[in-house]
């Protein structure tokens, strides 16, 4: 990306050498290890320095109440927030009696490395003490993707001089302190060591702490065990607070001492003490059963069949091969066994959001999981269906029928506390519903639509009725709502969110009558399908006839346009430096929002109207979210700007790699990765799901001479794979597929690759403009900028 | 009023006998003695029971933090609430060592009579104790007019009973515990025992405090003094919190034991504490040469001055009479000596709304100040002016030229913690320009319009020029404000703001031609002039062409109807029930809005788009706030509706006297007190400010026969007698004032009062509908219910 990036470009993983006091939390973002269920944050073993220590199991939170100068009817009132789990990967090691610490004595060399295709992360230090004692250390840490509560840290110390005392101090921590936790009394006084101490257990190597949260009254049970090999004394003790494993041992010069240490999570609202603290023991026995090296290979083995499907293979940019790889690497991370929880917005990488999920699960991560791990997409899909009943309270509480969906939170309840970008953004119901359909479309598992999909349109669809109202023209009006924009709020008919509601209803209806006797089941009678069809056909889309473009919602284009040539580079990001209402009265748009229609609901939208559109709002777009870039790539290269597309693909790969909005200490923008594969497969591979199954439109744009990717679609392996010349599409197991490849129809069959030439692009005209300073090249150049000032 | 009413009726004064624990905090507010700069609720003299204990000096506030659960740019840091300064009011009494309290032993008799003319709370309580030891108890309770920091008390006990020993304990009590305070954490701990103690004094029976704010560093001393009358020890201490003043005495039957006490009160930012003492000794100092005779003389001949021209005589009703007067009182009580302060939303006779200021004094309160005392009203605007620096600041802040005055304040900073309904409801600004405009037009003091009223024109007009825009077609809109009603937020042109708006340019334009060189020194130069103009000209007045009425912001009238049908009574305030984005989209009106732009404006509409306009509002208006009624009162008797005018005027008399919205406990709805004078002035009276003077069009409805009030103009009094038939004005002193009697000029000359004949009452139509259950009929009615369960 950016010349100020400090990371190692490889094609199976991402490193980095030294240490950089400027960048301890960023490596620790980057670097970190997550199966969706448990995270760890890239730390190193030692423990220090750290910024932000991080050990997750995902749902674990506390509650805190939520403060409001004024209050107002319908405002959540306890807030949630992602917590430090006991932290099972300090190892701290003592030379000679002087700690390890890279800030002391003489560091020869550090690297860390994270591994794509082993799922692991490696790190080796050449380090003498101040006392002039040297070692290597070497480590290897992994949450496997296998086993799903287990983590595990193979640790090796060698001596580099003679006659050395070291002591390993291999620790599970509860209650760390935490750098800042929250600016207000209250939420932080309900943070601060938020895990009591309920027991303890010690045998052998193995250790165990068991706690519980003040409010959300959340058990957790974290335990260890260890393998030694080398000559050592071990002893493992407990107190409240930490699990200490203590090793000790005298290293000749070459000589090495080695640990294996294996961690084992659980939690639960609800189950006995006994219960958590037997699952604990039965992880960490099998998988002192299994072995490191077992744990390795299987490890090793769930992530080829992962690429072996999924991998995007790049030709001409190896910077872009290794950043369109850890985007997918870490999307999986974020998602493959969270299995009943929801995906924060961060992943398990960070406290950012305060780990809340939001729409960005549905609408960004889920058709990424949907085509690379279908599995993962359902199971959150499970678990909304698993908290529609807290959906279905709020609804009642905001006077309307069906389910509303929160805004953001941890265990289904609403946690927005400014309900103009919050309760009101109602689109999140129809994203969900979005992904359901997509989910069953390209899976074809009808169990789940039966037994989860349908329940899931059904009560959105029933919101959508409810809020939405009739006009006197015999029009369906949504009045009142926020769209992906948040620099508009309280709109009338965004374009976004009633095509959203439109193909919500039709779903709702359509897969009810697939369903009938569990759609009479959820109540659900011929009247009901009826209303959801006409007010899905009725749907009004608001479009200027002047100015011929459609409005981002009704009345967008007439607004007056914000003074873009007035509004500095430091005055960015807007919200940070103008009030809200000036933002929503004036056309500027914060992130994608018709732009994000034209991408999903491509078929509402004629060529022409597209390329208009795209033009109008790239004007006014200042892209202060990092939702943004991944939609205007795909719409950018779907209307032939591929260099534009280009460029806001390298933005979005750009946002964490090289921390273009200097926020990645909290952690990873996982939308955001998720985007730099839409990009790539919905934009330059110009895919996307029609009525006759899937179409692609491949072109490429400089540096790309190549591109493939593959796709889960019903059990099978769609390949595709894009020169400048041609596609060729593959599928390896049956039965037939359609596709569509530009404007032909095609039928694939197993074994048999078709190549299809790419037809000459069409002039798109002059690319459109983006407001003063924000081009993403400008906006790389200024990341750049930045970065050199450290 | 309604039947619930426990108070007694009376022309001069409101009594109420016996005690009620349900109506302790009512009767503290009603019977609260203020001069605007001093305040003390009418909390019984022993100090209990009592349910909100209330002593408040204007402008002694405390900060506190303002949270919010999800930040915004601009949003207000520091919030102010109005603290208790040291509480001079306490009497207690001990008979034989019996603690004199109503709720123990037998109460005979107790009034409460808060005179109007005299301008003091007597009371009179005739008691035995629970051993059976009788006493009468009278004490008479000012707070001077004519003495700005200065209270007293007269205090008079009576053996009923032979051998009594009594007690009196005379106190300062500093940091009294509070009901509740806050529900937030912070802002509780930033409120509890918010004086901290600094030095005390104590010289004979004359004592002070002298504490100092925490947080916002203000100074408070309160000292007090005593005369004995009857053989008596006397002894006064003090400690940090309390000073006290002991006085002993043994009573044969019939004798009795007299004190005044005397309590003077001085604040300051700045002031040496010395200053401050200095300045506490010299008022009880002249308080005592003065005597407690004197000073009832002066509080008498002060406001025999008052009502000689203000006074508001009603006939044909005791009740309505009773509620102009008190209505009035609190008013001049509210306002008289405030000088350089602010008048909160409750004056000085509780801590409701926190001790705020709000748009209510400069829309409500100081047009009946301008009329009645308008030296008062001049002060206001004089505070407003003080503060010119935090609002230019704070428009500063929001990207705005000129002066954004607070929404919600104390010291002049902005205090609001909810955006949508506050920074934006920049009509605050045009309200404070119109009180300056109204005020400068009733007296003619050029001297305040030169020196304070052209830069708070000029920094208001700077303003609306930066808030609003041209439209393409070369009109000026005035985007994503909120107007009056609070149930429409983030609206465009809202009509009110926008003819607000519009006479604030043409005023500033106006006065600053009057004033050239003074506007120069403002900068004020004939472009700048001109584009007021030009704005002012090219306003836009959003009307529905197709219903033919105004819309009360750009689109209101096709937005989608509230279901009144579906609302229960029990559902409002609909604020408390609904999400504000439902109440936002859809039509449905909080307090006047567009019919309060119908009574200021009136100019700018027709008769005939009037009398449509207040019908379709009267369709919507729910009066969820106690600000409504008045507007309604004043446009239903402009249009001919007298009835329901005067069901709205008893509406406003209500609230508080009948605690119509149940919030009585926290203090007086200054604001609708004020619309009380306005309705009969305004819509009984007809009357409103013309280019050509002032024009009346008087007409009385059942069951008044009769009214007469009083008009401050110029120096001179004009005196407006209506009865049925016919109106009489008369002026006081020269020169001669043109008035406008319906449609007839007339020109008055002092000593010729001139009598002309109501024309007969063109026939209005049906009167209009209110939403189900509004009527203001149907709110007495079910306010009557309410009472009675208790």
């Given at each position: 990306m950016t010349s100020g990036d400090p990371f190692d470009i490889a094609p199976w993983g991402i490193g980095a050498t030294g240490w950089d006091p400027e960048r301890i939390a960023r490596r620790e973002s980057v670097f970190a290890l997550s199966n969706g269920h448990v995270g760890w944050r890239g730390s190193l073993d030692e423990g220090d320095p750290c910024k932000v220590p991080g050990a997750y199991l995902n749902g674990v939170h506390e509650q805190h109440p939520m403060p409001y100068a004024?209050?107002?009817?319908?405002?959540?009132?306890?807030?949630?927030?992602?917590?430090?789990?006991?932290?099972?990967?300090?190892?701290?090691?003592?030379?000679?009696?002087?700690?390890?610490?890279?800030?002391?004595?003489?560091?020869?060399?550090?690297?860390?490395?994270?591994?794509?295709?082993?799922?692991?992360?490696?790190?080796?230090?050449?380090?003498?003490?101040?006392?002039?004692?040297?070692?290597?250390?070497?480590?290897?840490?992994?949450?496997?993707?296998?086993?799903?509560?287990?983590?595990?840290?193979?640790?090796?110390?060698?001596?580099?001089?003679?006659?050395?005392?070291?002591?390993?101090?291999?620790?599970?921590?509860?209650?760390?302190?935490?750098?800042?936790?929250?600016?207000?009394?209250?939420?932080?006084?309900?943070?601060?060591?938020?895990?009591?101490?309920?027991?303890?257990?010690?045998?052998?190597?193995?250790?165990?702490?068991?706690?519980?949260?003040?409010?959300?009254?959340?058990?957790?049970?974290?335990?260890?065990?260890?393998?030694?090999?080398?000559?050592?004394?071990?002893?493992?003790?407990?107190?409240?607070?930490?699990?200490?494993?203590?090793?000790?041992?005298?290293?000749?010069?070459?000589?090495?001492?080695?640990?294996?240490?294996?961690?084992?999570?659980?939690?639960?609202?609800?189950?006995?003490?006994?219960?958590?603290?037997?699952?604990?023991?039965?992880?960490?026995?099998?998988?002192?059963?299994?072995?490191?090296?077992?744990?390795?290979?299987?490890?090793?083995?769930?992530?080829?069949?992962?690429?072996?499907?999924?991998?995007?293979?790049?030709?001409?940019?190896?910077?872009?091969?290794?950043?369109?790889?850890?985007?997918?690497?870490?999307?999986?991370?974020?998602?493959?066994?969270?299995?009943?929880?929801?995906?924060?917005?961060?992943?398990?990488?960070?406290?950012?959001?305060?780990?809340?999920?939001?729409?960005?699960?549905?609408?960004?991560?889920?058709?990424?999981?949907?085509?690379?791990?279908?599995?993962?997409?359902?199971?959150?899909?499970?678990?909304?269906?698993?908290?529609?009943?807290?959906?279905?309270?709020?609804?009642?509480?905001?006077?309307?029928?069906?389910?509303?969906?929160?805004?953001?939170?941890?265990?289904?309840?609403?946690?927005?506390?400014?309900?103009?970008?919050?309760?009101?953004?109602?689109?999140?119901?129809?994203?969900?519903?979005?992904?359901?359909?997509?989910?069953?479309?390209?899976?074809?598992?009808?169990?789940?639509?039966?037994?989860?999909?349908?329940?899931?349109?059904?009560?959105?669809?029933?919101?959508?009725?409810?809020?939405?109202?009739?006009?006197?023209?015999?029009?369906?009006?949504?009045?009142?709502?926020?769209?992906?924009?948040?620099?508009?709020?309280?709109?009338d008919d965004n374009v976004f969110t009633n095509l959203s509601a439109q193909r919500n209803l039709e779903a709702a209806a359509a897969v009810a009558r697939r369903h009938p006797d569990h759609a009479r089941r959820l109540g659900v009678g011929a009247d009901e399908m009826a209303e959801w069809t006409r007010a899905a056909v009725a749907m009004t889309i608001p479009y200027d006839h002047e100015r011929q473009v459609h409005q981002q919602s009704a009345g967008f284009t007439e607004r007056e346009r914000w003074d873009f040539e007035g509004t500095d580079a430091a005055q960015y990001p807007l919200q940070d430096h103008f009030p809200y209402f000036d933002l929503y009265r004036k056309q500027v748009v914060k992130q994608a929002d018709l732009v994000l229609a034209l991408q999903v609901a491509h078929e509402a939208f004629t060529a022409e109207q597209t390329a208009r559109a795209f033009a109008y709002y790239e004007e006014l777009t200042v892209r202060d979210s990092s939702l943004s870039a991944p939609a205007q790539a795909v719409v950018a290269a779907r209307v032939g700007h591929v260099d534009l597309a280009m460029d806001y693909l390298t933005e979005a790969a750009t946002v964490d790699l090289a921390d273009l909005r200097d926020d990645v200490d909290d952690g990873l923008h996982i939308a955001a990765l998720a985007g730099v594969w839409t990009a790539l497969t919905a934009g330059f591979g110009g895919m996307r799901e029609t009525d006759a199954g899937l179409q692609f439109t491949p072109r490429l744009a400089h540096p790309l001479t190549g591109m493939a990717f593959g796709i889960c679609l019903e059990g099978r392996t769609l390949r595709v794979e894009v020169t400048e010349e041609a596609t060729t599409y593959a599928i390896d197991a049956g039965p037939a597929l359609r596709i569509r490849h530009f404007d032909d129809d095609v039928t694939l069959e197993p074994g048999t690759p078709v190549r299809l030439e790419t037809p000459p692009l069409a002039d798109p005209g002059p690319a459109p403009r983006q407001p003063k300073g924000r081009s993403p090249h400008e906006l790389l150049a200024a990341a750049d900028g930045d970065h050199e000032e450290h």
């Open positions: 004024e209050d107002g009817y319908g405002y959540p009132e306890t807030g949630e927030t992602v917590i430090n789990v006991p932290d099972g990967k300090v190892i701290r090691l003592l030379v000679d009696d002087e700690p390890f610490d890279i800030r002391s004595g003489t560091l020869h060399e550090q690297t860390q490395f994270l591994d794509f295709a082993a799922g692991v992360l490696r790190r080796e230090v050449r380090w003498t003490s101040p006392t002039g004692r040297g070692v290597t250390v070497r480590s290897t840490r992994l949450i496997s993707l296998t086993h799903r509560s287990l983590a595990a840290i193979d640790y090796e110390v060698e001596a580099t001089d003679a006659h050395l005392d070291v002591t390993l101090l291999s620790e599970i921590v509860a209650n760390e302190p935490l750098p800042e936790v929250h600016p207000d009394e209250r939420v932080k006084k309900a943070l601060e060591r938020p895990l009591v101490p309920v027991e303890t257990f010690v045998s052998g190597e193995r250790a165990t702490l068991l706690h519980r949260t003040r409010r959300s009254g959340i058990s957790v049970a974290v335990g260890m065990d260890h393998v030694v090999e080398g000559r050592a004394t071990v002893d493992t003790e407990v107190a409240d607070d930490v699990a200490r494993t203590t090793v000790r041992a005298r290293l000749g010069r070459g000589d090495g001492i080695r640990i294996v240490k294996y961690v084992a999570h659980e939690s639960a609202d609800a189950l006995e003490d006994a219960t958590l603290r037997d699952r604990v023991e039965a992880t960490l026995a099998a998988a002192r059963e299994l072995g490191w090296e077992g744990l390795v290979h299987e490890q090793r083995a769930y992530l080829d069949r992962f690429w072996a499907h999924a991998d995007v293979r790049l030709d001409g940019s190896p910077r872009l091969q290794q950043a369109a790889r850890f985007a997918l690497f870490q999307v999986l991370q974020s998602a493959a066994r969270a299995e009943g929880r929801p995906i924060p917005g961060k992943g398990l990488t960070g406290p950012g959001y305060e780990g809340h999920t939001f729409w960005d699960s549905e609408a960004f991560v889920l058709p990424v999981l949907t085509y690379t791990i279908p599995d993962a997409a359902r199971d959150v899909l499970r678990w909304r269906h698993a908290v529609l009943g807290l959906a279905r309270e709020r609804a009642t509480q905001l006077h309307l029928a069906g389910a509303a969906f929160p805004w953001r939170t941890i265990s289904g309840r609403e946690c927005s506390g400014y309900w103009p970008a919050g309760t009101v953004a109602f689109h999140i119901n129809a994203d969900i519903a979005a992904a359901v359909v997509l989910y069953v479309g390209a899976t074809g598992d009808t169990d789940f639509e039966r037994d989860h999909g349908l329940e899931l349109l059904v009560e959105t669809a029933r919101l959508w009725v409810t809020l939405g109202r009739w006009g006197a023209d015999g029009s369906f009006h949504i009045d009142g709502v926020t769209g992906p924009d948040e620099y508009s709020a309280l709109v």
